[in-house]
């Protein structure tokens, strides 16, 4: 019987193939007694098996350094390795089959489930995460234990396969690449997990946070995976099967077709010049971004450069990093966002940062965070204005919300100057500064910022966030969260009508920027300039070369007065009811429904 299953996309296309189940083996885990003359070869059996996953690790790092898997491979691999020989992890199991004569699967998964309950009741979300990296090591030792070292067989390309599995690891992944897997599908993760980063950066469809996939899929069974609208469809009809062949060979062409429209000049049918931007996360994207035609990067998310590592970067080590972006993108613009810590991108062992705070998302984050600590605030501040010397560098600064915190902004940046100038160090005098506009209180005060900054750019994901009060890291209450809600279409368009008034230029990075469906309305709204994921610019900038201005203005009218019952695609949430046969949910709501919705409410405009 043919059924459906939502998640969420995180890697577009289409894949179709036949399922391969990756084993569960923390599911598969026996309880015995070992006797008492064979305690220590038990022991034995442990330590061997770690002694085999450090070794696929290191062999999977050595691998990676010299192909071409990206770079946050390495760091993965790094905290596997380390949580594998920690000794909470490698030395207790052992005592356990050394005291309580158990077998060795048994201890380790004993000594897993106390690790992961830790992790739970840890406050930050971005160490509780960790806890998923704890339950993978773990996985992959048991594997070794139960004989299945591999966990996958490999995939032959004539055959499409898709892994279908409970949760994989960054490391699995890696396998991938080699393998030929067509697609693949887990119960968890989320948008931001690092098995769906790293399917972004190898271009594979996939789906996560199935939920019942492992469970309800079998294996071999044919399934189609729809990674930009969500969807896994299982044993497909031969109608289903036929029109989604027809959608598959159409994307595939359209992929090609995208990569020739590189150099080209994004501009409407009625001739306006749009800037496409990329938001990066590390200097290595800018490679993907170059590739996909970006003409600047419009938001380089720094405070990456603090996580996943022990200290702080000192100002020779920012500054280089600043310096390589720069010259690496071709003398294009750069424009490089301050520290945003605090929130989900908690830094540990930072003062102020360290301490629980009640509610991290309106607390002592991104500028507030950097005012508050000026010495560090500063170091950064000098290390963007010496790499300025080697490029066109923009500062970008986040959160802002009143003019004192701008004031303050601009003369921190003042007095760095001046610590450069009185050392003789060459920096661009003229850098501009921008602000972004994350918070609703900063589109309703908008002089405040149009009078005292060069640009602006709006920060969509925290605008939506703030405006609607919705935790956008809380997964209890994503189907709240509303891009096209009035209020968040309202504020954004005041925004851009009002820079544009004032003749401030004014960008929106946020993730809306790369959602093809708002384009035109953006368009229409008077936006000029997007930066959003590389993934997503060829696509967009087809859109931008097929729009004319003129046309989506009475949609920007239409959809001020509209109410729009839907939820964005994105984090599309399902409510649910009992599916028929195999014990699973179904969702009440296709999203594709809600679409047309929006467009028949004139924001989706005419494909
Ligand atoms: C945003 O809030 O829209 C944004 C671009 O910043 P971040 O997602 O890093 O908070
Ligand atoms: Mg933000």
Partial sequence: MSFILHGIGVSEGIAIGRAQLVSHATLEVAHYTVPADDVVSEVERLTQAIRAVQKELESLHGAMTSGDAPAEFGAFLDVHWMILTDPTLSEIPKRMIAEQHCNAEWALTQQMGVLVEQFDAIEDPYLRERRADVVQVVERVLKVLLGKPSGVRPAHAEEQTILVAHDLSPADVIQFKSHHFAAF???????TSHTAIVARSLNVPAVVATHNARTLIRDNELLIVDGAKN???????????????????????????????????????????????????????????????????????????????????????????????ATGMEGHPVTI????????????????????????????????????????????????????????????????????????????????????????????????VGGMIEIPAAVLAIGAFTRRLDFLSIGTNDLIQYTLAVDRADDAVSHLYDPLHPAVLRLISMAITTANKANVPIAVCGEMAGELRLTRLLLG????????????????????????????????????????????????????????????????RRFDDQLAGARDSGIGVTE
């Fill in 337 to 432: 966002r301050t520290f945003d810590l605090g929130a989900d991108k908690h830094k540990e062992g930072l003062d102020g940062l360290s301490r629980v705070a009640p509610n991290p998302a309106l607390g002592l984050r991104a500028v507030r965070f950097c005012l508050a600590e000026p010495r560090l605030f500063l170091t950064q501040l000098r290390a963007i204005l010496r790499a300025s010397h080697y490029g066109d560098i923009n500062i970008l600064v986040p959160m802002l919300v009143s003019a004192a915190e701008i004031d303050q902004t601009l003369a921190m940046i003042t007095r760095a100057k001046n610590t450069l100038h009185e050392q003789g160090v060459p920096f661009d005098a003229g850098i501009k």
């Fill in 525 to 588: 709204m008077g936006l000029r300039h997007f930066s959003m994921h590389p993934a997503h610019l060829l696509t967009i900038k087809q859109r931008v070369l097929t729009s004319e201005v003129a046309m989506t203005r009475p949609l920007v009218a239409g959809c001020s007065r509209a109410t729009i019952p839907t939820n964005f695609p994105r984090c599309w949430k399902s409510s649910t009811v009992d599916f028929a046969g195999r014990g699973g949910k179904l969702p009440l």
């Fill in 185 to 191: 599908l887990t119960d968890l993760g989320g948008v």
């Fill in 231 to 325: 969807v896994v469809i299982v044993s497909p009809d031969r109608s289903v099967l036929a029109e989604y062949r027809l959608k598959q060979g159409e994307f595939e062409l359209e992929r090609k077709k995208l990569k020739r429209l590189r150099t080209t000049r994004p501009t409407t049918l009625d001739g306006l010049e749009i800037e496409l931007f990329a938001n990066i996360e590390l200097p290595e994207d800018i490679e993907q971004a170059l590739e996909n035609g970006a003409t600047g990067v419009g938001l380089f998310r720094s405070e990456f450069l603090f996580l996943n590592r022990q200290g702080l970067p000192s100002e020779d080590e920012q500054f280089e990093v600043y310096r390589r972006v």
